[in-house]
């Protein structure tokens, strides 16, 4: 089994910085895909970032210039810097892992709030 353990989230003043971290413990022979995603009240979930184990990122529209994802083997970070009001948001980590058993383990963090106010 893999699990994800989130942590860095809280209320932040807008312009302000976070740094959200994820990390995949568990019998891990890999992950590959690794991202973070957000979900704000009446709101569908959405991909805020992602990068594979080859260090290629994608970035939504949204967070372009502001958001930096990066990786370190099983964790992942998301720096977030010029937040805005619109950032705020229930930010949840996913990773696609394989296990030493050689399944494939998809799974979501349990989700960190991330709060932009003044």
């Known amino acids: 089994q893999v699990q994800l353990v989130e942590s860095g989230g809280g209320l932040v003043q807008p312009g302000g910085s976070l740094r959200l971290s994820c990390a995949a413990s568990?019998?891990?022979?890999?992950?590959?895909?690794m991202g973070w995603y957000r979900q704000a009240p009446g709101k569908e979930r959405e991909l805020v970032a992602g990068?594979?184990?080859?260090?290629n990122t994608n970035y939504a529209d949204s967070a372009k210039g502001r958001f930096t994802i990066s990786r370190a083997t099983n964790t992942v970070y998301l720096q977030m810097s010029s937040l805005k009001p619109e950032d705020t948001a229930v930010y949840y980590c996913?990773?696609?892992?394989?296990?030493?058993?050689?399944?494939?383990?998809?799974?979501w963090g349990q989700g960190t709030q991330v709060t932009v106010s003044s």
């Open positions: 996913n990773a696609d892992c394989t296990d030493r058993g050689f399944r494939r383990n998809v799974r």
């Open positions: 568990g019998s891990i022979l890999l992950c590959r895909d």
């Open positions: 990068i594979t184990n080859g260090g």
